[in-house]
């Protein structure tokens, strides 16, 4: 509490008001941030070339910009053209993401239903047997819960 009597919120989403929740990007935003984390500085026709589908310059430019005006990428304008380059790295993003959804569920804003599920999912896209052994962790303190109960 400050000075006022007021709770102080120790944990909040980064940028985030009373009833935001983290951001989450869409596939081909995320595809796009693959690209670059993959590539490195790249400008739009070079993001779209090493895109796995065929899209239209014109919606990687405006996904490329969209990234950008969410200040995850940074920019540089090389002739008439913009080069684009991550902000964060892969590491730093997932650590981020990670961090926004433990402070929009330590604040409220986010349920423990969706917590786990975002956790179970960034988990099973990076290491199946971690999913295994986080599996193996919760049955073992529920039995140890059971115990203490008895």
């Not at 239209?56 to 002739?79: E, N, P, S």
């Not at 080069?83 to 409220?108: F, M, N, V």
């Not at 986010?110 to 193996?136: P, Y």
Request: charged share 30%; glycine share 6%; with cysteine.
């Amino acid at each position: 509490m400050d000075r006022a009597g007021n709770v102080i919120r120790l944990f909040k989403p980064s940028g985030a008001g009373k009833n935001a929740a983290p951001s989450t990007l869409g596939h081909l935003e995320n595809d796009v941030l693959e690209v670059l984390w993959a590539r490195g500085e790249s400008n739009v026709h070079q993001v779209a070339e090493s895109l796995e589908r065929s899209l239209a310059y014109t919606t990687v430019m405006t996904t490329l910009d969209r990234l950008y005006k969410k200040g995850l990428l940074k920019r540089q304008k090389i002739g008439r053209a913009f080069s684009y380059s991550p902000k964060l790295s892969r590491r730093e993003w997932e650590q981020k993401q990670a961090s926004d959804y433990l402070a929009a569920y330590l604040c409220g804003t986010l349920s423990g239903e969706s917590l786990v599920s975002c956790f179970v999912d960034a988990v099973g896209r990076q290491d199946q047997s971690l999913l295994d052994e986080l599996e193996k962790k919760i049955r073992l303190r529920r039995e140890y819960l059971s115990e203490e109960k008895a």
